[in-house]
């Protein structure tokens, strides 16, 4: 039951993640174009044109603080699909030594990571806690649209939970697992 709502969870933030970054390429995509129309626009010899004039009244140009949108939403979109590439051992990782261990080793290997991952996430999670809670406090904004810099955090931190759940039950699979020898989650680096 526990391994359903972890994989739906999984999915849920890889889907949430994809939908940010597709937001960001798009926002990216069209403060280029109002970048290189506002230039073409300026430029003779339309520059000073009715035409011109009334584009750039509407005010085609680039989109302001796309950069900061840009930058809170990757902030999510890197801990939303942490969850997914973590339950299905997707992580980058060379083999050269340890495909040359037998399955009781490499389980207990695998073990070994899960924990530390799960543990590294935690701490990540618990920082970004402490870092949501200072910059709510102290009201920070970015420069230029003054977007509350917490709100970066908190997004950041909702995968970062989402992380730390997913590896904390990984972890505890391939405990068992390297405890017991009987496979609960697909192999490392399966991807499947």
Not at 48 to 56: W, Y
Not at 83 to 94: C, E, F, Y
Not at 106 to 117: G, N, Q, T
Not at 143 to 164: C, E, K
Request: charged share 10%.
């Amino acid at each position: 039951m526990i391994s359903r709502w972890i994989a739906a969870l999984a999915r849920l933030m890889a889907v949430l993640g994809g939908a940010v970054l597709t937001a960001m390429i798009l926002l990216t995509c069209l403060s280029i174009t109002g970048r290189f129309l506002n230039g073409v626009l300026q430029s003779p010899p339309l520059a000073g044109s009715a035409l011109s004039e009334a584009l750039l009244a509407t005010g085609l140009g680039p989109i302001h603080g796309d950069l900061e949108l840009v930058e809170a939403g990757m902030a999510f979109a890197v801990f939303a699909f942490l969850p997914i590439t973590q339950l299905r051992g997707g992580h980058a990782s060379v083999d050269a030594l340890t495909a040359r261990l037998g399955p009781r080793a490499r389980r207990v290997l695998a073990a070994l990571w899960a924990v530390l991952f799960a543990a590294v996430l935690i701490l990540i999670g618990w920082q970004l806690w402490q870092g949501t809670q200072d910059k709510m406090r102290y009201g920070e904004t970015t420069f230029l649209i003054q977007f509350p810099i917490w709100w970066a955090y908190a997004a950041a931190l909702t995968g970062a939970i989402a992380s730390a759940a997913v590896a904390v039950h990984v972890a505890v699979a391939r405990l068992i697992e390297a405890a017991t020898g009987f496979v609960i989650l697909p192999p490392e680096g399966s991807a499947s």
